[in-house]
């Protein structure tokens, strides 16, 4: 039978738990930020979002969330 974690292993596996969500979330964001920036670089140029392009925009969102989900499924 195994000993329960003690409160402070616990705590000491709680605060790893909270570096690596942020580690991963840090990473994700800023990979994320650096896709859509050069994107909307290189498709609208520096204007920024236009109404016309609302549609992609929201597209691309969902994608690279899906996309994100997805790979984080399969290696995570």
Partial sequence: M????????THA?????????RRGFRDGFRD?????RD???MHRGNRGYSSGNSDYTRGYS???SAGF????????
Avoid: F, I, P
């Avoid at 994320?32 to 859509?36: C, I, P, R, S, V």
């Avoid at 989900?69 to 995570?76: G, K, M, P, Q, V």
């Fill in 2 to 9: 195994a000993a329960a974690a003690t409160s402070s292993q």
């Fill in 39 to 41: 994107d909307c670089r």
């Fill in 62 to 64: 969902h994608g690279y």
């Fill in 13 to 21: 596996s709680s605060v790893e738990n909270q570096r690596d969500y």
């Fill in 32 to 36: 994320g930020y650096k896709d859509a």
């Fill in 69 to 76: 989900a997805e790979a984080e499924d399969r290696y995570c």
